[in-house]
């Protein structure tokens, strides 16, 4: 990942192709590259950013009279952000770019290695480049591309060249693509924002499709092989809504990329069977084996990932696990046990509140892990090893597919210890790879109710939000996001302490957010709480996968594993908290007062 640009018409390609790249630098990056075909290929690549890449192509010899050529900004998934491992990657006759992650790339490699092909990168991606050079040997361009998509398996959108053909082959699985229709020319990206300015006439490709690009002459085809057609849609946005996707701001459109967030930070790491391969781990089995304690440290909602994950870290670990607030635990004198491993959650990687507590573990000798979602930021560097969450950039400042990758990380780790302690997780790491589409289902279905309810429930000026066991972090969060972005005082409490003090707050202008999961073992007691809430007039909004005739509104959602609700119960809530912003008018994605990244205590 991250961005995709390419050209196929009657002008020089290299403008567009940079011009496409610069819109997407929002989405984050730490590489670039280009690759331009005349009579054989031309490829400038290079870490760093679009600047760079300008001042290299302008010291170097590239013929910039093509008119056919491919284009990326990189965010790094395999292999670290280098110059080699930036895209396109190249062969004799071919030149690839590609989103999304392959994740058979082993067994692929495997295969190329007894047919004479090996990697000169660290990349899944220049696996594609190998594929497709070694299928030119029998098959012509279009033949030796099909051939090669057939043998991937994960998610991508990829585009190729080659000095054998005249067009564009395209391939889209789990990851955008788009193209763009001109006058006897043709565009594609992995995001309309690089186009806008081009043309606004879009076809999105769907799942399975392959296409054949040559100026105004567009060829697709879909996963059954059959020459198809696709609407053409025609789209008159700004280059700012563009990059949001077509969403009102930012929040929106990456609560919508959870499932994507997800699936990026897992696919590569867990095998069908449900083997996790954690490579950023390797090293350190002796010392997760004999861990007997897990410390972790953050902030914010990342901190709320952490409780959220707890019990399914003690539940498969074994160990007692501690979640403590950055700014907190700084401050007082933590009693490590005699293998205790650290773990510090930070979306941005430079939260000065969980920097500071992993400098003290590390001065302390304490084993770390670092949980990340920037490449090479200071928590990422300074951590013993990191595992990175592969969100994607996240632009708005009220976090969202940061929770979940993060939950996914913990998840892996929690699994990944137990097996070392010598438990059977396979099972519960395969029910990890439904999680995305579960995601996205999630959304399709709360989406218009949490906006409905919002459009009615915006009015009152505090809330309570409450959960029991697993759901209770999640009503943490759930005010939390409220808090941010609507700044509706909302407080979240264990649904068993509503008596114990914050019973006295309810009457009929203080709803509550119900946090309810059917199978989770209080159920039945969440029920009474809900019981007490409407004898005193209160009002509740329940979130579950059950509606109850107790709760004045329901927001449903998909039934899912008690232990994996945090990932699909979070979705409601953030929906319900943007809606809320939204009709109150509020700045949503820059809230006041708040920053993306707190780098000062």
């Known amino acids: 990942m991250c961005g995709i640009v390419g050209y196929s018409g009657s002008k020089k390609a290299l403008p567009v192709l940079l011009e496409g790249l610069k819109s997407l630098e929002y989405r984050g990056y730490d590489s670039a590259g280009i690759s331009l075909k005349t009579d054989k290929i031309y490829t400038v690549k290079t870490k760093g950013k679009i600047v760079d890449l300008i001042t290299l192509i302008t010291e170097s010899r590239l013929d910039t009279k093509a008119s056919i050529g491919i284009g990326h900004t990189r965010w790094a998934t395999h292999g670290h952000p280098t110059s080699t491992n930036a895209h396109p990657h190249t062969t004799k006759n071919v030149a690839i770019v590609h989103n999304g992650i392959i994740e058979n790339y082993r067994d692929l490699e495997a295969y190329l290695k007894e047919k004479g092909f090996s990697r000169a990168t660290d990349t899944d991606s220049e696996i594609v480049a ?73 076809i999105f490709l769907e799942d399975g499709d392959i296409a054949r690009i040559e100026k105004g002459n567009i060829k697709i085809f879909d996963k059954y092989k059959n020459l198809t057609r696709r609407k053409i849609t025609i789209i008159n946005w700004s280059k700012q809504k563009a990059q949001k996707g077509g969403f009102k701001h930012f929040m929106l459109k990456e609560i919508n990329e959870e ?227 609507s700044y509706i005082h909302a407080e979240g409490y264990p649904a068993g302490e509503m008596k114990h003090g914050p019973i006295a707050l309810i009457d009929e202008q203080t709803p509550s957010v119900v946090v309810a999961h059917p199978l989770e073992p209080y159920y039945s007691k969440t029920l009474s709480n809900c019981e007490e809430i409407k004898s005193r007039g209160g009002k509740i909004i329940l979130v579950s996968s059950k509606p109850h005739p107790i709760a004045d509104e329901t927001i449903q959602i998909p039934d899912v594993n008690y232990d994996f609700a945090g990932f699909v119960y979070v979705i409601p809530l953030q929906l319900f908290a943007y809606y809320s912003a939204l009709y109150l008018g509020h700045d949503i994605d820059q809230p006041r007062n708040l920053a993306k990244s707190v780098t000062v205590e």
Do not use: W
């Open 130 to 202: 190998l594929l497709i050079e070694h299928f030119l040997e029998k098959y012509d361009f279009f033949e030796a591309f099909s051939k090669t998509i057939a043998k991937l398996e994960g998610s991508f959108a990829i585009a190729a060249i080659s000095t054998k053909a005249d067009y564009i082959a395209v391939a889209k699985h789990e990851s955008p693509l788009v193209i763009g229709i001109g006058n006897n020319e043709t565009f594609i990206a992995s995001d309309v924002a690089a186009l806008i300015e081009y043309t606004n006439n879009f």
């Open 259 to 485: 499932d994507e967030a997800v699936r990026n930070t897992i696919q590569s790491r867990i095998m069908p069977d449900g083997t996790l391969i954690l490579e950023e781990l390797d090293g350190m089995e002796e010392i997760l084996k004999n861990t007997d304690r897990i410390t972790i440290v953050a902030c914010g909602t990342s901190y709320y990932a952490g409780l959220t994950a707890k019990p399914v870290l003690e539940k498969f670990t074994g160990v007692k696990v501690d979640v403590e607030i950055g700014s907190e635990f700084r401050y007082y004198n933590y009693i490590y046990s005699k293998n205790n491993l650290f773990v510090a959650i930070s979306q941005s990687g430079e939260t000065a509140d969980t920097k500071e507590p992993l400098k003290m573990a590390k001065n302390n000798g304490i084993p770390t892990i670092s949980i990340v979602n920037v490449k090479e930021s200071a928590i990422a560097r300074m951590a013993d090893r990191c595992i990175y969450t592969l969100a994607g950039p996240e632009i708005s400042v009220a976090s969202t597919k940061a929770f979940v990758s993060q939950l996914a990380v913990l998840y892996m780790l929690a699994f990944y210890i137990g097996h070392l302690k010598g438990k059977d997780t396979s099972k519960e790491a395969q029910y990890l790879l439904k999680i995305p589409h579960l995601i996205k289902e999630t959304f399709n279905m709360a989406d218009k109710t949490a906006n409905s309810i919002a459009k009615t429930y915006c009015k009152y000026k505090n809330y309570l939000y409450l959960g029991r066991g697993i759901c209770y972090p999640l009503a943490l969060e759930g005010a939390l996001k409220l808090k941010e972005i």
